[in-house]
């Protein structure tokens, strides 16, 4: 029987949720409709929205692959269009030929889908607007709001100013509408090599905020895009695209992070030009911020993920470690967990730090719902009973979940030799230690109770294997079983029965709460021990398990069959997280 997902939380409120909600109760986007060309909407747009309708986006640029930071936005993005009976619209910021590639792409549009969102119809390119965002450019030019500037760039950045002093106006900046058309027909023809010219928009050179001192807004690009080819030579800025693709797309709500607060004056005086142009009605989309997520012991910064994948210090952009939904994915976390973080966390205007514990608790808390439970000796060491019969089996019948008899149970082959951990016998006990010690008794779990009598050893002295003798009338579930009272419970696995398996042992891949806090090189504070593996002696029943597919290792953590290296009949397992906080002892 398929586990049974917890039922989802009641949403938290957060002021973007007020926002829609008031929104909504005004019938604010109730009469929208469009202005412009003839056949507009039909070409790029899903079409008017209904009274009871919110439209949002989530708009990832295609050079590279998602980390958990996008995931607050995905699920804010998609809940609210949910959550409201609205819709989301997915769609690729590919405005920058050079850097965008197909496998983007499709990785994009696989961790959403893998997060349980659903953008129906709404998929949609930057680069399928080329043709419509360079008439809004002309119409830019005709109306006196945009001119072709022939500047450097060192010359350009020399006269924008700074935060104190105003910029210094282009010397091209007076050109006529007639040269300007001229030469920006000219760029498109390809005419002029990249970086000879630059189309700005017209607004202040004095503004205090720098974002409005006349921004560029396309750029020469000589380079083959992925969607369009070689039919470009120009390629929009993505301050100018973006506003255009929300108002194409009948965006209602556009979300983005607070580093684009600055940019919000360019982005609503854009949308007001074009609307004076006859483009787009009013009312015209919203841009709103909120705070992008900072979490512990990570890093987000997509110059850092590459670095970490260049130069080898993890197994690539999906290792289990990195910070990325494809990593995350493959070490075991649940979309069901990430939704559940995203709420957990909220949504609010001001920066702050969220330790990664909260993502980990998230995930252990889905996973003890549905994760069934197994047994894996991860560092084995044999125990003998020397009084049970040689060549003599029986069956021990366990819990698929103490706490969800639905999933029914399991049988565990019992024999005179198991595998046991190395860490449930001690020659000298420490204090406060019950398990397996001479003279000690404890209870081999489902199974009997044991006397521990003494142990083998190497010439190093290492500890080969354990001997025991058992109570035959001790078994668990047995009348006779409750007159042996022990303080112990030790896992184990038969000899003949167990299923080795590779197993690898993540941990956090830095070992500090703030990787390269000042001007300390991050890669110092990598963790040395956030990967080990080894080879485990797991039940048998673990022999078949779907890659992909998660359970609960008892005593363990949580663990996974590996989705790339896993192969039928002989998994990988990477462990997602252990049972508890390792790390809320060490802080």
Not at 27 to 53: F, I, M, N, Q, V
Not at 157 to 182: F, I
Not at 561 to 582: C, E, Q
């Amino acid at each position: 029987m398929a586990p049974k997902d917890p039922a989802p939380a009641q949403p938290a409120s957060n002021f973007i949720r007020h926002i829609v909600e008031a929104d909504l109760a005004a019938a604010k986007y109730a009469s929208r409709r469009w202005a412009g060309e003839p056949g507009e909407a039909t070409r790029h747009a899903s079409g008017p929205l209904d009274p009871a309708r919110i439209r949002t986006r989530f708009p990832p640029e295609p050079n590279g692959y998602l980390h958990i930071g996008h995931a607050k936005s995905i699920c804010l993005n998609f809940g609210l269009a949910r959550e409201f009976g609205g819709a989301c619209h997915l769609r690729f910021d590919d405005t920058n030929p050079a850097r965008e590639e197909q496998q983007y792409v499709d990785s994009i549009i696989d961790v959403v889908k893998w997060l349980g969102f659903d953008w129906g119809p709404n998929l949609y390119f930057a680069s399928n607007y080329f043709e419509a965002m360079h008439r809004c450019a002309v119409a830019l030019i005709e109306r006196g709001h945009a001119y072709v500037d022939s500047q450097s760039a060192e010359e350009m950045r020399a006269n924008r100013g700074t935060l104190t002093e105003p910029g210094k106006d282009s010397p091209h900046r007076a050109r006529s509408v007639a040269e300007n058309l001229d030469l920006f027909a000219r760029m498109r023809s390809g005419e002029f090599p990249d970086g000879a010219h630059v189309l700005r928009a017209k607004v202040d050179m004095a503004s205090p905020n720098i974002n409005l001192r006349d921004p560029p807004i396309y750029r020469i690009r000589h380079a083959q895009h992925h969607n369009t080819g070689d039919t470009w030579c120009i390629y929009p800025m993505y301050t100018f695209a973006h506003p255009i693709e929300d108002a194409l797309e009948n965006i209602t709500h556009s979300l983005c992070t607070l580093e684009f607060e600055d940019q919000r004056p360019f982005y609503n005086w854009l949308l007001e030009r074009l609307h004076e142009a006859g483009f787009f009605a009013q009312p015209l989309p919203q841009q709103y911020e909120f705070s992008r997520l900072n979490l512990s012991y990570t890093v987000l910064s997509k110059r850092k993920l590459m670095q970490l994948v260049e130069e080898g210090h993890v197994d690539g952009w999906d290792d289990p470690r990195m910070p990325t939904l494809a990593g995350a994915r493959r070490r075991g976390f649940t979309p069901e967990a990430f939704r559940a973080f995203a709420e957990r966390i909220g949504v609010s205007k001001s920066d702050s730090w969220i330790d990664v514990g909260v993502l980990e608790d998230c995930v252990r808390n889905h996973l003890n719902e549905v994760a069934q439970r197994r047994i894996g000796v991860l560092d084995p060491v044999k125990l003998i009973i020397d009084n049970y019969p040689e060549g003599q089996t029986e069956t021990c019948v366990a819990p698929n979940h103490p706490q969800r008899p639905d999933l029914g149970t399991r049988e565990l082959l019992f024999a005179r030799e198991l595998w046991i951990e190395r860490e449930d016998f001690m020659l000298t006990p420490s204090k406060g230690y019950f398990r397996l010690y001479p003279g000690n008794r404890v209870r081999l779990r489902y199974g009997y109770v044991v006397e521990c009598t003494g142990c083998e050893q190497d010439a190093e002295g290492r500890v080969v294997a354990v001997h025991c003798n058992y109570f035959p009338d001790s078994h668990s579930g047995s009348a006779g079983a409750d007159q042996y009272k022990v303080k112990g419970n030790v896992h184990w696995v038969a000899v003949q029965a167990a299923c080795e398996c590779e197993v690898r042992l993540y941990d956090r891949l830095f070992g500090v709460s703030n990787p390269g806090a000042g001007e300390r090189d991050f890669l110092l504070d990598i963790n040395p021990d956030s990967k080990r593996v080894i080879r485990a002696q797991l039940e048998p029943a673990l022999r078949q398990t779907q890659a992909g597919s998660s359970c609960q290792f008892e005593r363990h953590g949580y663990f996974v069959a590996d989705r790339v290296d896993s192969k039928p009949g002989a998994p990988v397992f990477n462990r997602t997280v252990t049972l508890r906080d390792s790390w809320a002892k060490a802080r």
